[in-house]
C-alpha cells in the first residue's frame, strides 16, 4: 500500500523505492483529483486521454445493488455520503470539515509493473488479473473487519456490514514508467448490525491495511505463478518480493520518479539539511508534475524501445521472468515442516516481539505474509488462529476496540527471569545508608514532601538489590532521587544514573548527579567492560517503563554480578516502552514500590483528578472535567480552531515576556499538526517583530534570532544539549555549522 506522496524509503533493490505510507484522509472537493483523471469513454481511454473508469468493491456496496463500472455521478454521490443509485443520505451530511473518504492504494512490486509494461497482451492481461485478485481479497478481508462507532463520544464500536468502495485503476506513474496501482476510495460510511449507516470507525481501517496488503501481495504472487510461471525472491523488510531474472537497473531505469526524488533530497542534503519525513514529504511535491496521458500502444513502444537502449530484449527478458517453474499447481498448503520454522522465528527474540511487548493478529498476518510468498487469504488467516493458539498467550484485551493482544512465551520467560532475579536479592541489605547521612540530606532538602521523604528513606535504608519508585507526571520523583543521591554520597557510594533518552538524563543531571549516560550507550560500555560496577556503586535508572523487558533484563544482570544496588523508577501507566516488554510493570506487582502520590504541577484539586481520569483510561469523564472547568474550546471549523488557538497562545506567550518562569507551548498529536502550527506561530512573531530580519535554513525551516527551538538530537558532550533541550535563537552565523 501506498500514499501518492507520505513517506519514502529506498529500498535495495532497484531504486523504486519502499513507499509506506499512512492512509489518506480525503477531504471534501478531493473527489474531482478522480474523476478529471477518467476517460468519458472507451475510445478516449484507447487513445490515451484518461485512465479507466472506477469499478465498484466491498460487501457495502453489494448490499446497495452497486456492481462493476462506477459512474462519475455515483462516485460523486457515494462521496457526499448518499446512497449512488438513489441519492438519499446514509446517515447524517458530511459536516463542512468532515472526511468524506479514505484512499488506500494497493500496487505490485516494480518489477511487476515493469512485466505489465514490457510484456505483450496476454502477459499484461495475466499481470492486471492478478493484480484484481488481489484487490479482491484484500477488501474482502476489510469487510469482515471494519465496523462503526456508536454512543457518545463514539466508545461504542459495533460491527459493519461491508465497504462501500470505488476503485481507480492507473497504468503509470507521473513520468510515464509503468506503474500498475489502484486507489480505492473508501467511503467514510458504513452499514451497522442495525441497518443504519453511520461513519466508519478510521482506527479499525489503519489496524487493517497492512494485514490487508499482506494478502494483497500473497494474492498476486500466486496468481502469477500460476498463469506465467513466474518466481519470487526473498522478502525484504517490508514482506516486498520482487520477480526473480528481471534485472534490477531496468527496474531503477523505469523509476524515475524514485531518481527525481532522490536527487532533489541529496541536494537538499549537499546544503546542509537533513532527511526528515518532512523534508521528503516536500521534496516529493516540489517534483510532482501533471499526469500526461499516453495512448496504450505509445505507451508499449516507448516502454519496450527504452529497455532495448538499456540492452535487454524485451521478448527475451519477458521469457527469462516467466515459465521459470514447470510446477504451477497452486493448490498445495504450507508444510507443517515450513509452518513450524516460520512460527519459530516469529515467536523468538527477532520476531513478533522484538519492538513490541504485545500484538495483534492483523500484525500475525502481516508476518505470515512476509514469510511466506503465494499463500491464500483464507491460509494466511488460518495460520494465525494456529500461530495465535500454540506459540502465543493472549495477556490483554482492548475493550474499545474489542481487540485482543497477545504475547509470546520467549518474551513472557524474560520477564519471569527479570523478576525471579530481582526477588531473590530482597534481602541483600545493600548499599544501606546512614542514619547520619539521611538526615543530613533530608535537611538540606526541606521542601521535600511527606511521601518524597518517606521514599528517600524506603530507598537508602531499606537494603533491597533492586528497588522500584513509582509516580506519576509532575509528583517530583526525579528531586526526591536528588535527595536519596545526597545521602549515599555522604556515605562514600558511587552513584551512576542512565535513562532511555539524552534529556531524561540532563534531567538527572540537575538533580546532582554527575555520572550520567544513555541505557543504550551504558550498556554497550558496560557490555565492552569499559564501565565497571562495584558493591559500593548505586545504579539509577530514571523513566524506567520506557525500557522494553529484554534491554531492561541486561541492566540487573549487571547489577546482580557485581552486588551493585539498582534503582528503578518511573510510571508503568505513562508511556509504552520504546522496546518491547511489560518488564517495570511485572516488578511493582511482585516487589512493591514506594510510590510518590502528591501532584505538585497541577494546583488546582480538579487538574489532578482530570489526570488521574486519564492515566486510569476514563478520558471521557476527563474531557468533561475540562469542559466543566472551561478548558475546551469548541470551533466551526479546523480554521476557526486554529485562529482561536493561536489568539489565546500570543496573549500567553505576551504574559510569558514579562515573567521568566512562565513557559508558553502549544502540544499537536501528530508531526504535519505540529509543523503547521509551528509554522503559523513563528509568522506571528514575525508580523509582531519579536523575531529579527535575517533568515539561516536549518534543514526545511528557516529559522531567525528570536525563535525558540528544540534539539532533535544529543549532543552533550559537544554543546551541552540533548534531544528535546529547549532554547531560544540568540544569534546566527551560517558559516559555522555543527
Known amino acids: 500500500m501506498h500514499q501518492r506522496c507520505v513517506r519514502w524509503r529506498q529500498g535495495r533493490r532497484g531504486g523504486g523505492g519502499r513507499v509506506v505510507a499512512d492512509i489518506a484522509k480525503l477531504s471534501i472537493g478531493r473527489e474531482e483529483y478522480y474523476t478529471r483523471e477518467l476517460a468519458t469513454d472507451h475510445e478516449q481511454y484507447l487513445s490515451g486521454h484518461g485512465e479507466s473508469p472506477g469499478r465498484w468493491y466491498g460487501a457495502g456496496a453489494t448490499t446497495l445493488g452497486l456492481q462493476g463500472e462506477a459512474s462519475v455521478a455515483e462516485f460523486e454521490a457515494m462521496f457526499e455520503g448518499r446512497d449512488p443509485t438513489t441519492t438519499e443520505l446514509l446517515g447524517r451530511p458530511h459536516g463542512r470539515n468532515a472526511v468524506p473518504a479514505f484512499d488506500v492504494v494497493l500496487r505490485p512490486t516494480k518489477s511487476v509493473s515493469v512485466l505489465y509494461g514490457l510484456g505483450d497482451p496476454e502477459t499484461g492481461r495475466s499481470v492486471l488479473a492478478a493484480h484484481h485478485a488481489g484487490l479482491a481479497e484484500a477488501v474482502t478481508y476489510l469487510d469482515g473487519h471494519l465496523g462503526a462507532r456508536r ?46 449507516w453511520t461513519a466508519l470507525d478510521g482506527r479499525d ?91 496504450p500502444d505509445t505507451l508499449y ?38 509452518a513450524g520454522r516460520l512460527f519459530d522465528d516469529l515467536a523468538g527474540p527477532d520476531g513478533l516481539t522484538e519492538n513490541a511487548s504485545t500484538f495483534t493478529r492483523p500484525d500475525v498476518l502481516v508476518a505470515l505474509g512476509a514469510g511466506l510468498a503465494g499463500t491464500t487469504r483464507t491460509e494466511l488467516e488460518v495460520l494465525a488462529d494456529r500461530f495465535l493458539a500454540e506459540r502465543a498467550v ?26 525471579t532475579a530481582a526477588t531473590h536479592r530482597t534481602d541483600e541489605q545493600t548499599a544501606v545508608a546512614s542514619h547520619q547521612a539521611l538526615r543530613d540530606a533530608l535537611a538540606t532538602h526541606p521542601t521535600a514532601g511527606a511521601d518524597q521523604q518517606a521514599m528517600v528513606r524506603d530507598l537508602c535504608q531499606g537494603g533491597q538489590g533492586v528497588a522500584l519508585v513509582v509516580g506519576r507526571a509532575g509528583t517530583g520523583k526525579t528531586f526526591a532521587l536528588g535527595i536519596a543521591r545526597h545521602a549515599w554520597q555522604l556515605d562514600g557510594y558511587r552513584l551512576l544514573a542512565t535513562a532511555p533518552t539524552g534529556i531524561a538524563t540532563m534531567s538527572l543531571q540537575g538533580e546532582g548527579f554527575e555520572d550520567v549516560a544513555t541505557c543504550d550507550r551504558l550498556l554497550l560500555d558496560l557490555d565492552k567492560g569499559q564501565e565497571q560496577l562495584d558493591a559500593r556503586t548505586v545504579l539509577v535508572v530514571d523513566e524506567a517503563g520506557m525500557l522494553g523487558s529484554r534491554k531492561l533484563t541486561r541492566l540487573p544482570e549487571h547489577a546482580q554480578h557485581a552486588q551493585a544496588k539498582l534503582v528503578l523508577v518511573g510510571d508503568d501507566r505513562q508511556l509504552a516502552a520504546i522496546d518491547a ?139 551541552g544539549v540533548a534531544n528535546g533541550s529547549r532554547g531560544v535563537v540568540t544569534a546566527l552565523n551560517p558559516r559555522t555549522r555543527p
Open 301 to 338: 513502444r516507448r516502454w519496450r524501445m527504452e529497455a532495448a537502449e538499456r540492452g535487454h530484449d524485451p521478448d527475451t527478458l519477458v521469457r527469462t521472468v516467466t515459465d521459470r517453474t514447470a510446477n504451477r499447481d497452486q493448490n498445495r498448503t504450507v508444510s507443517a515442516a515450513a
Open 205 to 295: 481501517l489503519y489496524r487493517h491495511r497492512l494485514a490487508a496488503d499482506a494478502i494483497y501481495r500473497a494474492t498476486y504472487q500466486r496468481e502469477l505463478v500460476r498463469s506465467l510461471g513466474v518466481e519470487w525472491t526473498a522478502a525484504d523488510r517490508h514482506g516486498n518480493r520482487e520477480l526473480r531474472g528481471m534485472p534490477e537497473e531496468l527496474v531503477q531505469g523505469f523509476s524515475k520518479r524514485t531518481g527525481q526524488i532522490d536527487t532533489e533530497l541529496d541536494r537538499l542534503a549537499a546544503d546542509g539539511r537533513e532527511r526528515t519525513p518532512r523534508l521528503v514529504k516536500w521534496a516529493v511535491h516540489a517534483t510532482r508534475k501533471p499526469k500526461e496521458h499516453e495512448a
Open 394 to 419: 493472549s495477556v490483554v484485551a482492548d475493550r474499545a476496540l474489542e481487540e485482543r493482544r497477545w504475547s509470546t512465551p520467549d518474551l513472557l520467560a524474560v520477564e519471569q527471569r527479570l523478576v
Open 581 to 719: 516488554g511489560g518488564g517495570f510493570r511485572a516488578l511493582r506487582l511482585r516487589l512493591g514500590a514506594s510510590e510518590l502520590t502528591e501532584n505538585r504541577r497541577q494546583h488546582q484539586a480538579w487538574e489532578r483528578e482530570a489526570l488521574d481520569l486519564i492515566r486510569s483510561g476514563l478520558v471521557d469523564d476527563a474531557v468533561a472535567a475540562y469542559q466543566a472547568h472551561d478548558r475546551v474550546v469548541a470551533a466551526d471549523s479546523k480554521p476557526a480552531a486554529t485562529l482561536a488557538l493561536l489568539q489565546d497562545w500570543w496573549t500567553a506567550y505576551q504574559d510569558a515576556e514579562h515573567d521568566p518562569i512562565q513557559d508558553v507551548i502549544v502540544l499537536a498529536a501528530r508531526r504535519a499538526e505540529v509543523d503547521r502550527l509551528n509554522s503559523a506561530c513563528q509568522e506571528l512573531l514575525a508580523a509582531r517583530g519579536r523575531l529579527g530580519p535575517e533568515r539561516l535554513q536549518v534543514e526545511d525551516r528557516q529559522l531567525a534570532v528570536g525563535d525558540r527551538v528544540v534539539c532533535g538530537h544529543n549532543a552533550i558532550a559537544e554543546l
Open 151 to 196: 454512543g457518545h463520544g463514539g466508545v461504542q464500536h459495533v460491527a459493519g456490514q461491508g465497504l462501500l468502495a470505488v476503485g481507480f485503476d492507473h497504468r503509470t506513474s507521473r513520468e510515464g514508467d509503468p506503474l500498475l496501482h489502484t486507489h480505492l476510495v473508501i467511503a467514510n460510511r458504513v452499514q451497522g448490525p442495525d441497518g443504519r
